[in-house]
C-alpha cells in the first residue's frame, strides 16, 4: 500500500487509530473481512473531518511490539477461527511514524462464519 496518499476506505481497507492499544472493533473488522473476500487493516491511521469529508493522515502506533503481542495473545482466544497467519501482519515506517498492516484473508468455506466474541460479524459494502 502507498502510504503517501491513502486510498480511502472500502470494503477492503479500514484504517484503525489504536495509538497505544487494540480497540475492540479490531476483531470485529478482522471478522467482517474473513467473512467476505477479505481485508487490509491498518493501525496508527487517524480519521479527521474537514467540512464533512473525511481525511486519514498518519499518527503512528506506540510501542509496535507491544500492540502486536496484545494482538497474537488474543487472536485465538477472540476470535473462533483465526486466519491472519504472521506473513500477513506487517510493521511499517511512514513518515516518521510506525503503522502496523494486517492483511485478513477470506475464510475458507468450511471455517465460515468466523465470529469475534461468539457474534457474527459480516462487513456491509459502503
Do not use: C
Not at 2 to 30: A, C, H, M
Not at 79 to 92: A, C, E, F, M, S
Amino acid at each position: 500500500m502507498n502510504y503517501s496518499t491513502l486510498p480511502d476506505e472500502n470494503q477492503y481497507i479500514e484504517y484503525k487509530k489504536n495509538r497505544t492499544r487494540l480497540s475492540r472493533d479490531v476483531w470485529e473488522s478482522i471478522a467482517a473481512f474473513a467473512n467476505t473476500e477479505g481485508g487490509i487493516i491498518v493501525l496508527g491511521i487517524e480519521e479527521k473531518k474537514l467540512d464533512d469529508k473525511s481525511q486519514f493522515i498518519v499518527s503512528g502506533v506506540i510501542n509496535p511490539h507491544k500492540i502486536l503481542d496484545e494482538f497474537w495473545s488474543n487472536a485465538d482466544e477472540i476470535l473462533n477461527v483465526n486466519t491472519i497467519q504472521n506473513k500477513d501482519v506487517r510493521i511499517i515506517n511512514v513518515e516518521s511514524n510506525t503503522v502496523i498492516e494486517i492483511t485478513v484473508p477470506e475464510a475458507k468455506v468450511n471455517q465460515k462464519p468466523i465470529r469475534a466474541n461468539g457474534t457474527p460479524y459480516i462487513k456491509k459494502e459502503l
